[in-house]
């Protein structure tokens, strides 16, 4: 069974940062693309940022353009966690984070940016 299981957000004033975490297992971690999806209040899915697997695109991120720059996505597949690095948070930012296979879908983890 695939368990996906975010963890790190927080509550944090506009212009700080936050890391948050997603640890998985079930899956073929190494070779598996994954992604960080948000859904703030009241709205749609957004997907936000992706990263390939080492062997099959050495690692490379793609980001949407409202989190270009600011966000960072990193992996460590000896230990199956994806981490999404949060700078220079916005009010916008305000939503509950997912972390996916593009098949499995963890909880989600809540941030909150306000002051």
């Known amino acids: 069974e695939v368990q996906l299981v975010e963890s790190g957000g927080d509550l944090v004033q506009p212009g700080g940062s936050l890391r948050l975490s997603c640890a998985a297992s079930g899956l073929s971690f190494s070779t598996t693309v994954m992604l960080w999806v948000r859904q703030a209040p009241g709205k749609g899915l957004e997907w936000i940022s992706a990263?390939?697997?080492?062997?099959?695109?050495?690692?490379?991120?793609s980001f949407a353009d409202s989190v270009e720059g600011r966000f960072a996505i990193s992996r460590d597949d000896a230990e199956s966690f994806v981490y999404l690095q949060m700078d220079s948070v916005a009010p916008e930012d305000t939503a509950v984070y997912y972390c996916?296979?593009?098949?499995?879908w963890g909880q989600g983890t809540q941030v909150t940016i306000s002051s």
């Open positions: 990263i390939n697997s080492v062997h099959n695109g050495g690692a490379s991120a």
């Open positions: 996916t296979d593009g098949l499995n």
